[in-house]
């Protein structure tokens, strides 16, 4: 969410299974997004495992998305959200290589190993790390990233690292946690809303579980843009 706040209508969030809550900001349905799911139905039973070179073709298809796209819109940015560095596969190489050639605006986002110094400064585009649990810290990196892509200045990635959590650490690292205290430090956050954001969401959540009317489809997709 925090990587994709800053967005406007025109730009496009590419998704992977299972990372599709930030498609709620473009309006994706819940529905769709609970079908998202890459271990679970709606109805609850179990789903086929992804496909494990998904990956690998993640970054290529992003990049061929972002490349379309800016053809029709220069200042139209694509955030591309990735189950692993685009860096770990030929494939995601050679497409950071073509969207850096063409500086095409696109921001990678993954989430996955540190990204160590030697990393960071030898690129011909900024590989950022970010506090993952951190949603301000996230935004703050996207928000310079996409201001970066719309001015015509090519792709970057960030890198949201995460820490083993367990016991009283995972509560000091959950980021919903963290954001709430941060908005509520700030005079922005009340208890009263809180709960009435967790009863409207339950009513949706509820609605979008129903049974859907019988003979229509129901998908799930490995990769959606919006």
């Known amino acids: 969410m925090g990587a994709a706040i800053d967005l406007q209508?025109?730009?496009?969030i590419i998704i992977p299974s299972?990372?599709?809550m930030?498609?709620?900001l473009k309006g994706a349905p819940l529905r769709s997004i609970l079908f998202q799911s890459p271990d679970h139905s709606i109805s609850g039973k179990k789903k086929?495992?992804?496909?494990?070179n998904m990956g690998a073709v993640q970054a290529p298809v992003a990049t061929?998305?972002?490349y379309a796209r800016s053809a029709g819109s220069k200042?139209?940015?694509?955030v591309a959200f990735l189950s692993e560095n685009p860096e770990s596969s030929e494939s995601g190489r050679h497409a950071l290589q073509f969207a850096t050639a063409r500086k095409l605006p696109?921001?990678?986002v993954y989430s996955g190993e540190p990204v160590g110094t030697a990393q960071m400064y030898s690129r011909a585009f900024p590989v950022i790390p970010v506090d993952g649990s951190d949603v301000v810290a996230v935004y703050r990196v996207a928000h310079e990233c996409i201001v970066r892509a719309r001015r015509g200045a090519g792709p970057s990635v960030i890198a949201c690292s995460?820490?083993?959590m367990n016991g009283a650490s995972a509560r000091s690292q959950d980021p919903i946690r963290n954001m709430e205290k941060y908005l509520a430090a700030k005079g922005l956050f009340k208890i009263e809303q809180k709960q009435s954001i967790i009863r409207r969401f339950e009513q949706e959540i509820a609605a979008a579980r129903k049974p859907q009317q019988r003979g229509a489809r129901q998908t799930a997709q490995h990769l959606f843009v919006m």
């Open 48 to 52: 086929r495992k992804n496909d494990p």
């Open 9 to 12: 209508p025109e730009d496009a």
């Open 75 to 78: 200042e139209s940015v694509t």
């Open 162 to 164: 995460f820490a083993p």
């Open 64 to 66: 061929g998305i972002a």
């Open 22 to 24: 930030a498609g709620l």
């Open 18 to 20: 299972g990372a599709a």
């Open 106 to 108: 696109i921001v990678y």
